[in-house]
């Protein structure tokens, strides 16, 4: 009997030593969590700043708030950061964007601006095509100096055969000042005007081959003027080969 006393007092010792280290664990795990730390800052670095400036601090602000990802209002461990670069991404002139945490707790956002290299007039709308060949709104803050067409454009057109004009037309050191505006007919025929009242449209037909086609015209223009004399022509056709056909 004495042995069976005994025996219970164990058990009963065992179970309650048992619980108070349960206790003290699930004391010691809380206490040891650590809690939840807000979102001191977020901030938004624009890499090409210095080029052009098309997207504000309060905008990208306003974008996020909107979408209630805007991180200062979450806790870290809530934050996500996959959600305010896609975000950022999507905005429509923005070209790429990265989103990180810092270890103090701050979120930033590196991004760059789309570069517009096309303006696209047509009696429908305008707008500009960016250096992907992709279309891009007007914006007022947009003051780049790029290529502008006019008349009949097709979107595709202006996506495709004018863009590689107006990417070229940017690295050539010779065209860059002299051609700021064609017109297009058709994609057949294009119209190039050159800088300057007195100076004629050049008539390109299509813009297939159109560096050989401005190569003569430079001849053209640089060596032909002692040919002409003082007479002044409206047209410069360089449509065909090895010539230019000058029309008063």
């Known amino acids: 009997m004495a042995k069976s006393k005994a025996y219970i007092i164990c058990v009963s010792l065992g179970v309650t030593f048992t619980a108070i280290i349960l206790i003290a664990a699930v004391v010691c795990g809380y206490m040891m969590k650590p809690k939840l730390q807000p979102c001191q800052s977020i901030e938004f670095i624009v890499e090409d700043a210095d080029e052009r400036m098309y997207v504000t601090d309060e905008e990208l602000t306003q974008l996020l708030i909107k979408q209630g990802i805007h991180p200062t209002t979450l806790h870290i461990d809530s934050i996500g950061l996959y959600l305010i670069e896609r975000a950022i991404k999507n905005h429509p002139m923005v070209q790429t964007a990265e989103c990180y945490l ?3 707790n701050e979120v930033k956002v590196s991004l760059r601006q789309r570069v517009p290299i096309l303006r696209v007039q047509t009696p429908k709308e305008t707008y500009f095509i960016d250096s992907k060949y992709r279309k891009m709104p007007m914006r007022e803050a947009i003051k ?6 006019s008349g009949n454009v097709e979107e595709l057109f202006a996506a495709s055969e004018l863009a590689d004009f107006a990417l070229w037309l940017q690295d050539s050191k010779y065209w860059r000042e ?3 505006y ?3 007919e058709t994609p057949q025929m ?3 005007y050159l800088c300057g009242d007195s100076h004629p449209r050049i008539m ?3 813009l297939r081959d159109y560096e050989r086609k401005l190569a003569k015209l430079r001849t053209f ?3 032909g003027q002692d040919a002409i004399g003082d007479k002044i022509y409206r047209e410069l056709d360089v449509r065909f080969n090895g010539q230019v056909i000058a029309r008063y």
Do not use: P, Y
């Open 182 to 184: 064609v017109h297009i």
């Open 190 to 192: 294009v119209f190039i």
């Open 204 to 206: 390109m037909g299509t």
């Open 102 to 104: 810092t270890s103090q």
């Open 221 to 223: 223009l640089e060596r």
């Open 144 to 149: 780049d100096e790029v290529l502008m067409a």
């Open 178 to 180: 002299r051609i700021k």
